[in-house]
């Protein structure tokens, strides 16, 4: 119950394309979904975040798709571009007793071909 | 700010040591979290404190793994004796209390290597 499922675990994209990663989970007391960037040799950057009273969130070339019946959420990446080319993780935090603890998906490395 | 610092970036060392990751988190930050990285497990969470208290250890692997945080400015992972199975990337991340703060900031890794 307290893991997040993520896929696909690799994914090679067109400049240009639209990159799509997915996940899903079970535990309906999550109530906060980041999405995070990393590069190789750097640590994880908060990249985009919802909570689930929005259905959809976006910021720039990154927009997040919250289905709360579904308990699915998603990250698209229009236009995706030859620097977005990284491992990218989503993850579902609660806050019983105010705690921020995050369990994060397995991680999906994206490539963009110039 | 100078953002969470984390060291050494690299650490090799033989089965049997005792290592010791350092983490400085982001100031005024009172969450501190340790995380092991690896390609099999992903993201694991071993440990997290709020101001300077360890709040849940339950993801720490066994007891040659301990982590302390004397001050808020400042916290360790040791791991004694070190394992080759322990080899991996450990990251700390920090962040703020209050539902309106942006989530965790992470450092930059430590990459360890148990030959």
């Known amino acids: 119950q307290q893991q997040v499922k993520q896929s696909p675990q690799s994914l090679i994209v067109q400049k240009g394309g639209i990159s799509i990663i997915n996940c899903a989970y079970e535990n309906t007391a999550f109530d906060y979904f980041p999405w995070y960037q990393q590069f190789p040799g750097k640590g994880p950057a908060l990249l985009i975040a919802i909570r689930p009273d929005v259905s959809e969130k976006k910021e720039g070339r990154f927009t997040i798709s919250f289905n709360k019946s579904a308990k699915q959420f998603s990250l698209h990446i229009m236009d995706s571009q030859p620097g977005d080319s990284a491992t990218y993780f989503c993850?579902?935090?609660?806050?019983?007793?105010?705690?921020?603890?995050?369990?994060f998906g397995t991680g999906t490395r994206l490539k963009v071909l110039a | 700010d100078a953002g969470v610092i984390q060291s050494p970036r690299h650490e090799v060392t033989e089965m049997g040591q005792e290592v010791t990751l350092r983490c400085k988190p982001i100031?005024?930050?009172?969450?501190l979290f340790w995380y092991r990285q690896t390609m099999m497990r992903g993201l694991e969470l071993l440990i997290y404190f709020n101001n300077n208290v360890p709040i849940d250890d339950s993801g720490m692997p066994e007891d040659r793994f301990s982590a302390k945080m004397p001050n808020a400015s400042f916290s360790t992972l040791k791991i004694q004796p070190s394992e080759p199975r322990d080899s991996a990337v450990y990251f700390c991340a920090s962040r703020p209390s209050g539902l309106g703060s942006s989530g965790y900031t992470f450092g930059s890794g430590t990459r360890l290597t148990v030959v």
């Open positions: 100031s005024g930050h009172d969450y």
């Open positions: 993850a579902a935090s609660m806050r019983p007793a105010g705690t921020y603890k995050y369990i």
